[in-house]
């Protein structure tokens, strides 16, 4: 099994700033894609940003020149730079990963996707 668990998430005031952290561990072969979603009180879940094992990266216009995604391939895990946080950030902050994990005696191989438990970030004066 593979396993995410976020960390960074708090509260912070309107302008500040919160660094994400999302460490992947367990059977895993290879981690391709990695992405940042969250969910608001009441709404969908949505795409926030992402990040190729190459480090092309894509955001969403609503974070864009704001946050900054990245991941450190050797230890499996991703960041996301939030700066000048706003109210309509707040939100549960959830890391995402798909790649390949080895199970049995033979180290045989098999697709994941794999979702974190979540962080919360709440801005608010």
């Known amino acids: 099994q593979v396993r995410l668990v976020e960390s960074g998430g708090g509260l912070v005031q309107p302008g500040g700033s919160l660094r994400l952290s999302c460490a992947a561990s367990?059977?895993?072969?290879?981690?391709?894609?990695m992405g940042w979603y969250r969910q608001a009180p009441g709404k969908q879940r949505e795409f926030v940003a992402g990040?190729?094992?190459?480090?092309?990266?894509n955001y969403a216009d609503s974070v864009k020149g704001r946050f900054t995604i990245s991941r450190d391939n050797a230890r499996n895990t991703m960041y996301f730079q939030m700066n000048n946080l706003q109210p309509e950030d707040t939100a549960v902050y959830y890391c995402?990963?798909?790649?390949?994990?080895?199970?049995?005696?033979?180290?045989?191989?098999?697709?994941?996707?794999?979702w974190g438990q979540g962080t919360q970030v709440t801005v608010s004066s």
């Open positions: 367990g059977s895993i072969f290879s981690i391709n894609a």
């Open positions: 995402n990963a798909d790649g390949l994990q080895t199970y049995g005696p033979n180290y045989y191989r098999r697709g994941f996707d794999a």
């Open positions: 990040i190729t094992s190459g480090g092309s990266t």
